[in-house]
């Protein structure tokens, strides 16, 4: 009964780990999409050294705002398409309105076509960075600030950006609008 | 053989017989009870699934809506795949591992048999709740039997956390049964039955029972997931809160491909040990087979992702995981191969089990040349979603593992009732259930490609002629079960006097004790037959 016992106890010991492993693979999956920039999933972010731009060539970036299921504001990029150079820090800024009558939390998250080029795409600051509270009928300005690598392969010459917006008013605690009602 | 029945009397003075009334179902320890308990419950669930499916063939025997609401259709599409699944085909290999498996290598009983009772009678508990969600307000889960997310989670009906809670309950009487499975086998084979003296049918599922215990769990934590998005905030799959609903279908996928293995390679072991038997030849390639199996299990891990080619993944991506998928199509053709040469030159007869054995292998492999087809991952743009997908996935499970169910049960009831079928029945049910499969199944090939996608109510008016023809195939297949239920209620109550060795040419110790079994066989280790030796 002991060599079952043994087994048993191997097997279950098995059994446990592939559930720990199971919730190991989100964390696996983030690492595995930084390393390929699978789904376009952006992760340079920060503050990046400026060094003399790339003039030979210009690339075609186009904004894009997509809703999420649901959400009601109005978003939208203040420009369509800009033309930059590798190496040019450009800015730009969304727009967004919440014309319901309550508060309300956004998050904006990004995703950038095509996905090879996501890991040359900087961004210096983004209103992704951070939740977006609007008080009912607040309009804002939401600044865009960033560079495309030089290291961009000579193959891409237009790339999407592309934010959808979600609405995550019910998730938030009432924290985040707590603290924008003081700050107004 | 006289030594094995001196054996067999002595041991009836030692142990009672069954326990009467429902006590002896309810608290059997006995792995031929629990072996019959889980495939008569499978049965059940065939039929349950089965009229699911005979209910979307209705719905799509013309366009346009007729009988039902498409959101109840989605209903049915998602709970006939879940029955079938976790409540038909898996059930039906465990109740046949647990009735020939002891049998035969030598032992008395499975390893835990407390725990083997544990492991079935979870599972009425699990699908009682899962089916209970129909009558519920929102209806069942109609996401599809695959549940992504966020349909499964954010848009989900309320009774997403019964589903939730059913998974939880089937994973764990598949676990419970897999480490069962490993423990008997590796500690209870009779003295001289070394590992390459296995039966093939124990070998098949020693392998599995690995897979299960590797996948199950992580359905389990996908499923945990879902219900920690649901109704605890986080967001695993919510791309609001920093989720990532990719992330689902790659996990799901993990445990997925190798489930999809669960469900073949235990058909593998039958259809291995049918052909030998009435091609009267010993299997050939006994090693080739037991690697052949071995690597199929290994590479079924590493091919998840051809299930998402299309939610963009990187080149370098798509093509790695085309190319691991082709290459299983080397050991699963080493199978086919072997099969076809146990027969060559063997002196074939074409009783029932045989000839279920046999279109097993023409039509299985019609699955697997779809399935190369769907591997090929610029094509797959075009297929994925499709009616040909489900074409694919319904030749290697219905006239795959099903006919490699029904084949095993044909070829043991002698053993297990003391009766031979009724041969002209159960032609009669094959031929109607071979034929009817192949007029369901093989227009949604060309339906498929010409552009139908899957899991709709309602289509365009040029796919009619051949819905319409699979619609009526389905009911011949539907309807022809029934002899099916015949066959065996009839074996089981009388019929022709089943010798111990019940077919001509088998081998191995199950053959060797009277039938129908003893409710206590080996209660001392067996000798090997010569044959085996």
């Known amino acids: 009964m002991s060599a079952h016992g043994r087994l048993v106890r191997r097997l279950v010991l098995g059994s446990v780990l592939m559930f720990g492993f199971g919730f190991a693979l989100v964390p696996l999956y983030d690492v595995f999409c930084e390393v390929t920039g699978l789904n376009g999933k952006i992760t340079n972010t920060g503050p990046v050294a400026i060094s003399a731009m790339d003039t030979s060539r210009q690339i075609k970036v186009r904004l894009i705002a997509v809703h999420n299921e649901g959400m009601p504001w109005d978003f939208g990029p203040m420009d369509g398409v800009i033309r930059a150079h590798p190496g040019e820090m450009k800015q730009t800024a969304f727009m967004a309105t919440n014309p319901t009558g309550r508060r309300m939390v956004a998050q904006a998250i990004p995703s950038v076509a095509p996905a090879e080029a996501a890991q040359y795409l900087h961004k210096v600051n983004c209103f992704c960075f951070e939740q977006q509270a609007l008080m009912a009928g607040e309009s804002v300005e939401m600044p865009l600030l960033f560079v495309i690598d030089k290291k961009l392969p000579e193959h891409i010459r237009s790339l999407t950006l592309s934010y959808t917006l979600f609405d995550i008013s019910p998730e938030v605690s009432s924290a985040v609008l707590a603290e924008k009602e003081q700050r107004l | ?533």
């Not at chain 2, 848009?155 to 059913?166: M, R």
């Not at chain 2, 040469?341 to 492999?365: C, D, H, K, N, Q």
């Not at chain 2, 499970?397 to 029945?425: C, N, Q």
């Open chain 2, 1 to 533: 053989m006289s030594t094995l029945d001196t054996t067999l009397h002595a041991d009836a003075h030692e142990h009672h017989g069954p326990a009467k009334g429902m006590g002896r179902w309810l608290f059997t320890t006995n792995h031929k009870d629990i072996g019959s308990m889980y495939l008569w419950f499978s049965l059940l669930m065939f039929f349950v699934g089965g009229c699911m499916a005979l209910m979307i063939r209705a719905e799509l025997f013309q366009p346009g809506l007729q009988l039902i609401e498409p959101g109840f259709f989605n209903q049915m599409t998602t709970m006939h795949g879940l029955i079938m699944v976790f409540g038909a085909v898996m059930p039906a290999f465990v109740g046949l591992a647990n009735w020939m498996v002891p049998m035969m290598i030598g032992a008395p009983d499975m390893a835990l048999p407390r725990m083997n009772n544990w492991s079935f009678w979870i599972l009425p508990f699990a699908f009682a709740m899962l089916i209970s969600t129909l009558f519920m307000e929102g209806g069942a889960p109609n996401f599809g039997w695959t549940f992504y997310a966020p349909l499964s989670t954010t848009y989900a009906p309320p009774s997403v956390t019964y589903f939730i809670f059913a998974i939880h309950m089937m994973g764990i009487s598949s676990i419970m049964g897999a480490i069962n499975i490993i423990a008997t086998i590796l500690n209870m084979r009779a003295p001289g039955m070394t590992m390459m003296k296995l039966p093939l049918f124990c070998w098949t599922w020693l392998i599995t029972a690995f897979l299960l215990i590797a996948v199950m769990p992580v359905l389990a934590g996908v499923v945990t997931m879902m219900l920690m998005d649901i109704h605890f905030g986080t967001s695993f799959f919510d791309a609001g809160g920093g989720g990532d609903p990719v992330l689902f279908q790659h996990v799901f996928w993990f445990f997925g491909h190798p489930e999809v293995y669960i469900m073949i390679l235990p058909a593998f072991g039958i259809i291995s040990q049918i052909i030998p038997t009435f091609a009267r030849k010993r299997l050939f390639g006994y090693a080739s087979m037991v690697y052949a199996t071995a690597s199929i299990a290994v590479l079924s891990f590493l091919v998840w992702a051809h299930h998402m080619f299309t939610v963009g993944i990187p080149l370098a991506g798509e093509l790695f995981f085309m190319y691991a998928t082709m290459l299983i199509a080397v050991p699963t053709g080493v199978k086919v191969f072997n099969w076809v040469a146990t027969m060559f030159r063997g002196s074939m007869t074409f009783e029932t089990p045989m000839l279920f054995a046999l279109a097993f292998v023409v039509l299985f492999t019609i699955g697997g040349f779809s399935g190369l087809m769907l591997a090929i991952a610029p094509v797959d743009f075009q297929y994925h979603d499709t009616y040909f997908v489900v074409a694919h996935f319904h030749y290697v499970l219905v006239p795959g593992a099903i006919f490699s169910i029904m084949a095993g049960v044909y070829y043991w009831l002698p053993k297990w009732t003391g009766h031979m079928l009724d041969e002209r029945m159960g032609k009669l049910h094959f031929w109607l259930s071979f034929i009817g499969v192949n007029i369901t199944f093989f227009p949604m090939h060309f339906i498929g490609l010409a552009g139908m996608p899957r899991r709709i109510p309602d289509y365009a008016l040029q796919f009619a002629d051949f819905n319409m023809v699979a619609s009526i195939g389905a009911f011949l297949f539907g309807l022809s079960q029934l002899i099916f239920l015949w066959n065996v209620i009839a074996c089981v109550r009388g019929g022709r006097k089943a010798e111990a060795r019940a077919w001509e040419g088998a081998e191995g110790l199950e053959w060797e004790i009277p039938s129908p079994a003893p409710y206590h066989t080996f209660a001392t280790p067996p000798q090997l037959p010569e044959s085996l030796r």
